[in-house]
């Protein structure tokens, strides 16, 4: 993988939960079949299935807790527990597991 920390990043949804990264200008950096385990920071849910943030690295599974909750997307928005979430301030995106968890 060969991004840089801090750098702005786009995941598209492509399909079940699953993601492609790109760059600012549309560029894919990562494709969705391959394996990721990141997390990034400043995170905005867009409508269409696209997540923007700000990339920090790989994510280890000591990130994961009791705070953190599973976002899914469902009927064109984002949502945990059934509400629909616009931003969070640290996202983990798991693409061989399919999972995006927002800590809190």
């Known amino acids: 993988m060969t991004l840089r920390r801090e750098e702005k990043i786009f995941l598209h949804l492509q399909g079940d939960n699953t993601y492609e ?13 391959e394996k990721f385990f990141i997390y990034f ?5 867009k409508e269409g299935g ?20 599973t976002v899914r997307f469902k009927d064109n928005a984002f949502k945990v527990e059934g509400k629909v979430v616009r931003t969070a301030r640290m996202v983990i995106v798991d693409n061989k597991k399919k999972t995006l968890i927002i800590i809190d």
């Open 50 to 69: 696209i997540i923007e943030g700000r990339y920090l690295g790989e994510a280890k599974d000591t990130l994961i807790d009791a705070m953190c909750k």
């Open 41 to 45: 920071k400043n995170v905005n849910f």
């Open 21 to 33: 990264i790109k760059d600012r200008n549309g560029n894919t950096l990562v494709g969705a079949d």
